[in-house]
């Protein structure tokens, strides 16, 4: 039983060396990131050795970014990014064949033949409140029942006075067909053609030569298994692309520069009092578009984005409140009392992300 398995548990912790709880809990964590914290980064680029990819499309991230009612009320106030970051369904017709075309802001996240609510009625075009994301894809389970306990996806529907409705399948797998994406589109109107707003191309990196079972470790886990297999919805890259293809790499979104603040001072705390090198106040509210890897089998993943935090060891500790870390990454500004621009670091951390659980700050 699982009593049985936590006693026999920390009986054997009890067996142990003492260790420093923070040591291991920074060598361990790994949660899924979008943008740069005092004590650490997002990453690793998804070029890079140690990548995370996932099969599921949508995350818990996803639902705080979409649901303001989500978040406590002390949080509400004080992130950076705007939040009412809504899914778009957009139905495109290729060849006579229509897909549903799903987007997270205004970046296309995966494609899907059809988009149905749990009783089978379709879900009409438009913008979509995301209010639950289980981390875990929909297509891995037989019923709906085990979908809306493992694997759902919910939104409000605004013809149903808001109501959270289940996505029937659940949290879509990633799929990505070319032919519906790209700049042959208006930006999220579905219509093909050229237009001054036309859509981005995605972000693919192509891994179909690449063997999933050696160039890939699965770390995923199926919420029903009680043996603990790691399964293929998640995989962590074992090989170095960047090395070899630095080019294609560098056009790629770089986890070093998101900082997604919208409010707050023009010099970014991860520059060292440089100008961020994307800095534009209203677009710096949106997330970075996602990339994805065409896998082999004409199979989709989408990068996942991890906390990596400073190493804090007996060895190597980092001192919390006034470590470098600290002193290098708190916000800046500027003396203007003596006319003076030379960047000065602010006597306490200014950061308006500190209770905001969407970013997550420490």
Not at 239 to 252: I, K
Not at 269 to 289: C, I, N, T, V
Request: charged share 30%; hydrophobic share 25%; with cysteine.
């Amino acid at each position: 039983t699982n009593d049985a398995k936590l006693q026999s548990w920390l009986e054997d912790q009890f067996g142990l060396p003492p260790s420093i709880h923070r040591e291991y809990f920074r060598r361990h964590v790994n949660p899924r990131s979008i943008e740069l914290y005092k004590y650490g980064q997002t990453g690793p680029r998804p070029c890079s050795p140690g990548a995370y990819w996932r099969k599921f499309t949508f995350t818990r991230k996803d639902v705080l970014h979409s649901d303001i009612n989500q978040l406590p009320s002390l949080n509400r106030w004080t992130w950076p990014m705007e939040v009412m970051k809504n899914v778009t369904i957009v139905t495109r017709t290729v060849s006579s064949t229509p897909k549903k075309v799903w987007f997270f802001q205004d970046d296309i996240r995966t494609m899907t033949d059809t988009a149905e609510w749990e009783d089978d009625s379709d879900i009409p075009d438009g913008s979509y409140i995301v209010c639950a994301a289980d981390e875990y894809g929909g297509e891995t389970f037989s019923t709906e029942e085990e979908r809306k306990l493992w694997g759902r996806l919910s939104l409000k529907d605004p013809l149903n006075s808001m109501a959270c409705r289940h996505v029937k399948g659940g949290n879509p797998t990633v799929s990505i067909d070319t032919d519906y994406a790209g700049s042959s589109f208006d930006s999220i109107s579905g219509q093909e053609g050229p237009s001054d707003d036309a859509e981005a191309d995605p972000f693919i990196l192509d891994y179909s030569s690449k063997d999933l079972a050696n160039d890939f470790t699965q770390i995923g886990y199926d919420p029903k298994d009680d043996t603990d297999t790691p399964d293929d919805s998640v995989l962590l890259q074992g090989f170095d692309f960047e090395s070899t293809n630095s080019a294609e790499c560098d056009t790629l979104p770089d986890p070093e520069k998101s900082d997604y603040r919208q409010k707050g001072w023009i010099y970014s705390p991860y520059y060292a009092g440089r100008l961020h090198p994307d800095w534009d106040p209203p677009s710096r509210a949106y997330l970075d578009p996602p990339v994805f890897a065409k896998m082999p089998g004409d199979i989709y993943y989408i990068h996942d984005r991890r906390y990596n935090p400073l190493e804090n060891t007996i060895e190597n500790p980092l001192l919390d409140g006034g470590g470098q870390m600290t002193m290098e990454t708190i916000f800046r500004d500027i003396n203007e009392d003596r006319g003076d621009t030379t960047l000065v670091t602010a006597d306490h951390d200014e950061n308006p992300r500190t209770y905001s659980r969407i970013s997550g700050n420490e």
